[in-house]
């Protein structure tokens, strides 16, 4: 069974600009949550999507933003980026209930 | 879920050495609590997922307990080895995926 993939690995971009992030969930599985993790606040929730519905959302500005698709494919879309944005993005896969997460790789978001 | 706390920050043991950690949570609102351990250049891996008061699971040489009445778990890993290395995370949360991560407690395991 293939992980969770996100793609792209690594991204720069300068302030004020946007910036779309994706990511492909494990077959099977319907619930997508994104990660941001930075140095300073450790790793936090975002929003978590369930067939294409956003079940939760952490504390972030409206900046951030997300979707899912009917194939359960999810993306990520930060606008107006600020040089605080640079953080490694997670996005975490599963199935519905109190099942584990499976993680991808991660996004490394540099804004200059 | 806010104010997880997680003890002790960074750990260093000798190879063979057993060790364990706390993860303190709030108790009102529980649904289930998360370990995931989280290695250097890879993404975190989920250890267990807990949700009954006195549930205890076990892998290999780790193992976890939950007391949901209380607001804490302990993570135990016996005979430490050099790839237990990594920072060891839990998470709680109230209800679907949304996990409050602690800061984690580091753990080095020296030859």
Known sequence: ?112 | ILNVEQSPQSLHVQEGDSTNFTCSFPSSNFYALHWYRWETAKSPEALFVMTLNGDEKKKGRISATLNTKEGYSYLYIKGSQPEDSATYLCAPTGGGNKLTFGTGTQLKVEL
Request: include cysteine; proline fraction near 5%.
């Open chain 1, 1 to 112: 069974k293939a992980g969770v993939t996100q793609t792209p690995r690594y991204l720069i971009k300068t302030r004020g600009q946007q910036v779309t992030l994706s990511c492909s969930p494990i077959s099977g599985h319907r619930s997508v949550s994104w990660y941001q993790q930075t140095p300073g606040q450790g790793l936090q929730f975002l929003f978590e999507y369930f067939s294409e519905t956003q079940r939760n959302k952490g504390n972030f500005p409206g900046r951030f933003s997300g979707r899912q698709f009917s194939n359960s494919r999810s993306e990520m879309n930060v606008s107006t980026l600020e040089l605080g944005d640079s953080a490694l993005y997670l996005c975490a896969s599963s199935l519905a209930g109190p099942y584990e997460q499976y993680f991808g790789p991660g996004t490394r978001l540099t804004v200059t």
